[in-house]
C-alpha cells in the first residue's frame, strides 16, 4: 500500500530525513515514535507531499512519485488525494460548521454532488460520535469533538491511507480518549494507517508495527512486543525510558 525508498528531506543545509526506507501493507496500522526533531512529521508530511521530499520515490496504492525529477505539480494534487490528514490543530474552518467542514472538500476538490456529499458526511460524523453536532461551529466544540471533526472531514474524501500527526498532543488529558477510539475503530476496520504519537498504549495496543525514529533515520521498527519490550539498539532503550519516567 505504501512504499517509501531511499527518501531524503533537506531544509537549506538541514537534512531532516536521511535516506528512509519503509513499506507499509494494506490494512496495517504502523506507529511512529521518537524524540522531537527527530524526523517524524516530516516523513508523514513527505508521506502526501505537504512537503515535497529533496529525493527518493514515495508509492501509494500503486501510484508512485519520484522526485529525484521534476513531479508536475498535478500529479502531485492527483497523489495527495490518495492521503487523508489529521493534524496535531484541528485546521477546521471556523465560519463553517461540523457538516460543512465535512462536505466542503468533496464538494470543492472532488466537485461531488451536494446531496451524496451531505449524506456521507451526516453518516461519518455519527460514525466519530458527533450525530447531535452537525450545525455547531467550531468555538461549540471541545477540542477532542474538533479533532473529530477533523478525522470526518479527512475520512470524507474517501483516502486510501490515513495519516495522523499527533492527534492528541493539544488536547486536554481527559479528552485523548475520544480521539483514540475513533482511530481504534478505524483500525479495526482495517483502514491502512500511519500514526506520529507519544500515545504508547496506544502504540501498543493498536499498532502493527512500531518505527522508532531519531536524527532522521528509522534506528529499530518491529511488532510493538519486541520494540516495547525487548528493543535492540540503545538509542531506544533510552528513549523508552525517558519516556516511561515522565521526562
Known amino acids: 500500500m505504501i512504499s517509501v525508498k531511499s527518501l531524503y528531506k533537506q531544509f537549506g543545509d538541514l537534512e ?4 528512509i526506507d519503509l513499506q507499509v501493507e494494506q490494512g496495517k496500522v504502523v506507529v511512529v515514535i521518537g524524540p522531537s ?5 516530516t516523513l508523514l508530511r513527505c508521506l502526501n507531499i505537504l512537503e515535497k521530499p529533496t529525493s527518493g520515490i514515495v508509492e501509494i496504492d500503486q501510484q508512485s512519485l519520484d522526485f529525484s525529477q521534476k513531479v508536475p ?8 488525494r490518495l ?18 467542514n465535512v462536505m466542503e472538500g468533496p464538494i ?33 466544540l471541545s477540542g477532542g469533538q474538533q479533532q473529530r471533526v477533523g478525522i470526518a472531514r479527512a475520512l470524507a474524501m474517501e483516502p486510501k491511507v490515513m495519516l495522523f500527526d499527533e492527534p492528541t498532543s493539544a488536547l486536554d488529558p481527559e479528552l485523548v ?10 483500525a479495526h476496520e482495517g483502514m491502512t494507517m500511519v500514526v506520529v504519537t507519544h ?6 495496543e493498536v499498532a502493527d508495527e512500531v518505527i522508532f525514529m531519531d536524527d532522521g533515520k528509522i534506528v529499530e521498527q518491529g511488532e ?3 520494540i516495547f519490550e525487548n528493543p535492540i539498539t540503545d538509542r531506544t532503550k533510552q528513549f523508552l525510558r525517558l519516556i516511561e519516567s515522565g521526562v
Open 108 to 140: 470543492t476538490v472532488k466537485k461531488e454532488e451536494k446531496a451524496k456529499v451531505k449524506e456521507r458526511a451526516i453518516s461519518l460524523l455519527h460514525k466519530v460520535g458527533l450525530g447531535d453536532k452537525l450545525d455547531f461551529y467550531p468555538f461549540q
Open 16 to 19: 531532516v530525513l536521511k535516506g
Open 177 to 186: 480518549g475520544e480521539v483514540l477510539r475513533v482511530m481504534k475503530e478505524l
Open 37 to 41: 526533531g527527530s524526523g517524524k512529521t
Open 83 to 100: 492521503t487523508g490528514m489529521v493534524f496535531q490543530n484541528y485546521n477546521l474552518f471556523p465560519h463553517m460548521t461540523a457538516l460543512q
Open 224 to 226: 510493538p512486543k519486541e
Open 73 to 80: 505539480s498535478g500529479k502531485i494534487a492527483d497523489f495527495r
Open 199 to 204: 500515545e504508547m498504549k496506544f502504540a501498543k
